[in-house]
Each structure stands twice: as C-alpha cells, then as structure tokens.
C-alpha cells in the first residue's frame, strides 16, 4: 500500500559526485523519518544519513562534509548528494522511511528496493 522507489546511483571515480533521489507513493497519511541507509558486501547495513520532520538532520561520522541529504515534504521525496566519493562509498544504498498509511494504524518503516553506486578509478 506504500512504496519507496529510488533513482540515481551507479558509478564514479573517486572525487566526483552522485545523486540519489527517493520518492515515496501510496495511501500514506504522514511520513516521519527519511532517510538512506548502505549496505557494502559482507557487511552489516548502515546508516547514512537520515532526516526526521522538523528535525535537523543526522549523518554518519564517514560522510559528514562530503553528503547532504534534503527532503521535499510536500513532494514526498528525499535525496542525497554524495560529493567527494570514496572507494570505501562502495555499496548499495537503500531508502528508508518511517510512514503511516491512512489505513494503518501504527507508524512502520518501509525500505526502497536499493540502488548500486561504485566508487572506482
């Protein structure tokens, strides 16, 4: 009854930039917290950046500088600006929100299906 879908992503050389852009879709009623999450290979998934309604927003001490991350409420989207790219950026990075549906009954996290982003020379 929800869903997220992402854009962006794929591949850059250390020191350039992508952007991901997220759009959520559905009987949503409110959206609380959205934001990205990346999951490298043999690796737990972790938080990248994630903002709350109203709040400020929150980074991992591994993009803090080099990643911002803005929400369009209205438009129910968020996006991340990845600059200055590592190769340690390698991963994929799912979108992340924390939504009720206007025929839930609680607040629920909902996750996008992922997209690839490489970081290589």
């Known amino acids: 009854q929800a869903q997220l879908v992402e854009s962006g992503g794929g591949t850059a050389q250390p020191g350039g930039s992508l952007t991901l852009s997220c759009a959520a879709s559905?009987?949503?009623?409110?959206?609380?917290?959205m934001g990205w999450y990346r999951q490298a290979p043999g690796k737990e998934r972790e938080l990248v950046a994630r903002?709350?309604?109203?709040?400020?927003?929150e980074y991992a001490d591994s993009v803090k500088g080099r990643f911002t991350i803005s929400r369009d409420a209205a438009k129910k989207t968020v996006t991340l600006q990845m600059n200055s790219l590592k190769p340690e950026d390698t991963a994929v990075y799912y979108c992340?929100?924390?939504?009720?549906?206007?025929?839930?009954?609680?607040?629920?996290?909902?996750w996008g299906q992922g997209t690839q982003v490489t970081v290589s020379s």
């Open positions: 903002t709350t309604s109203g709040g400020l927003p």
């Open positions: 559905g009987r949503i009623y409110n959206i609380n917290t």
């Open positions: 992340h929100a924390v939504m009720f549906l206007s025929t839930g009954i609680s607040w629920d996290g909902y």
